[in-house]
């Protein structure tokens, strides 16, 4: 049972790099989401998506990307990366009507140099 | 926008005390969530309450949903080693989670 799976675990970029990080559910879940986790400031949620065509801008949004083609996956990328993007990013879904105990991935910790 | 606030941001506590924690809200929530998370993983549930006064067990876990809706408390007794970790708690608004800040435990053996 995956769950949610992110990948790559760790990654250090140049600034003015790109990169997509990848995240897949295999539960069906229709809504999925990225969170950005720095010290103090607990998760903040970066964009969110309720379905697959649909996505929208969370509390942080400045400077990634998103899109979601397929129910299972729903990818993140970073344009052109800066050092204040340096996070651990965690993708959560979840199922129905009403948004309730979503599920992480493990997370993806980013180093931007 | 609406806000979640924890208390205490960590604490310290030798192994078999009992570990109290809460979270409070600028606003309503019909529903409140629990989540720890260990290091170098993601956030797992560990409590979810959806009514006002609800208070629900999970283990050495016990987690209450205030009566006024805007605030929610997680005791923990008894508390090992393993229970080192962030705890969050976390409020669903519409398609989107809103967290606190977490609640970091350390257990000293």
């Known amino acids: 049972n995956a769950g949610v799976t992110q990948t790559p675990k760790f990654q250090v970029l140049k600034t003015g790099q790109s990169m997509t990080l990848q995240c897949a559910q295999d539960m069906n879940h229709e809504y999925m989401s990225w969170y950005r986790q720095d010290p103090g400031m607990g998760l903040r949620l970066i964009h969110y998506s309720v379905g697959a065509g649909i996505t929208d801008q969370g509390e942080v949004p400045n400077g990634y990307n998103v899109s979601r083609s397929t129910t299972e996956d729903f990818p993140l990328r970073l344009l052109s990366a800066a050092p204040s993007q340096t996070s651990v990013y965690f993708c959560?879904?979840?199922?129905?009507?009403?948004?309730?105990?979503?599920?992480f991935g493990q997370g993806t910790r980013l180093t931007v140099v | 926008g609406q806000q979640l606030n924890q208390s205490p941001q960590s604490m310290f506590i030798q192994e078999g005390e009992d570990v109290s924690m809460n979270c409070t809200s600028s606003?309503?929530?019909?529903?409140w969530l629990w989540y720890k998370q260990d290091p170098g993983e993601g956030p797992v549930l560990l409590i979810a309450?959806?009514?006002?006064?609800e208070l629900t067990s999970n283990g050495r876990l016990t987690a209450q949903f205030g009566i006024t809706r805007k605030d929610s408390f997680l005791n923990i007794s008894a508390s090992i080693p393993s229970d080192v970790g962030i705890y969050f708690c976390a409020g669903p608004g519409t398609y989107k989670y809103i967290f606190g800040t977490g609640t970091r435990l350390k257990v000293l053996a």
């Open positions: 309450l959806y009514k006002a006064g």
């Open positions: 606003s309503i929530f019909n529903t």
């Open positions: 959560a879904s979840s199922i129905g009507s009403t948004v309730t105990e979503a599920f």
